[in-house]
């Protein structure tokens, strides 16, 4: 956008100034380029300001609101130990069989709200478990001669880009094992799943209820969800 000056000097004819005309004009686009410059760098500290303000304050506010969740995951699961240990004793259930199950979930009588508590696993395994992956590669490079077969099984024993083996894909390593029928290769795959060894990242605790249509629903206990 054009200043008073600039717009002066536009309409104007320099050459017809006198120096001392001249020098004035100079001074007064001077001036409002300085003065342009100014307000500029008044808008970005007043920006650096509020966001310095706005972030310390809206961190503040995140960080109590997560001491208060940890609070209240926390607490729920100590109130939750009663019922934990009861449901082991009715079911006859071990601490190895409460490990494996991911998670558990707890329904009023009337069947509208739902309580669960689990945690958030990735896969882990043994380091013998490259063992079983070359048995079965070698098998399925000496067995399986279709070669659209051949890269299918092969994909399913293939790490992720994370480099690990994924437990669910084992799993479907073991229906096509079933499935061929040979006696090799399903000792092999059940090797390979004797292997896996979860580790836990993390718990959670989740909530849902029956709607109008009788429809479950979450409740949104993430700020992302809301």
């Known amino acids: 956008?054009?200043?008073?000056?600039?717009?002066?000097?536009?309409?104007?004819?320099?050459?017809?100034?006198?120096?001392?005309?001249?020098?004035?004009?100079?001074?007064?686009?001077?001036?409002?380029?300085?003065?342009?410059?100014?307000?500029?760098?008044?808008?970005?500290?007043?920006?650096?300001?509020?966001?310095?303000?706005?972030?310390?304050?809206?961190?503040g506010r995140l960080r109590m609101l997560e001491i208060g969740i940890k609070a209240e995951k926390t607490d729920i699961y100590e109130q939750f130990q009663t019922l934990m240990a009861m449901k082991m004793e009715i079911f006859g259930l071990t601490d190895a069989d409460i490990e494996m199950q991911q998670s558990h979930t707890f329904?009023?009588?009337?069947?509208?709200?739902?309580?669960?508590?689990?945690?958030?696993?990735i896969d882990g395994w043994t380091d013998e478990v490259g063992i079983g992956i070359d048995a079965v590669n070698k098998w399925i490079d000496a067995k399986i001669t279709d070669p659209?077969?051949?890269?299918?099984?092969?994909?399913?024993?293939?790490?992720?880009?994370?480099?690990?083996l994924q437990a669910?894909?084992?799993?479907?390593?073991?229906?096509e094992a079933r499935k061929i029928g040979d006696k090799e290769l399903i000792e092999w795959v059940v090797f390979i799943q004797d292997q896996w060894r979860p580790v836990k990242t993390s718990t959670y605790v989740k909530a849902k209820w029956r709607d109008t249509n009788n429809k479950w629903q979450w409740l949104a206990l993430s700020m992302s969800a809301v």
């Not at 005309?21 to 307000?39: G, P």
């Not at 009337?110 to 696993?121: E, K, P, Q």
């Not at 659209?148 to 690990?164: E, I, Q, R, T």
């Not at 669910?168 to 229906?175: C, G, P, Q």
């Open 168 to 175: 669910n894909r084992v799993l479907d390593m073991a229906k």
């Open 107 to 121: 329904t009023n009588d009337a069947g509208t709200h739902s309580i669960i508590l689990g945690s958030n696993v």
């Open 148 to 164: 659209k077969a051949h890269g299918l099984l092969k994909a399913m024993l293939k790490p992720n880009k994370d480099g690990v």
């Open 1 to 59: 956008m054009e200043t008073q000056a600039t717009q002066a000097a536009s309409a104007i004819n320099i050459s017809e100034l006198t120096p001392e005309q001249r020098r004035q004009l100079m001074a007064d686009l001077e001036a409002e380029e300085q003065a342009k410059k100014a307000a500029e760098q008044k808008l970005k500290e007043d920006y650096a300001a509020l966001k310095n303000d706005q972030v310390n304050e809206t961190f």
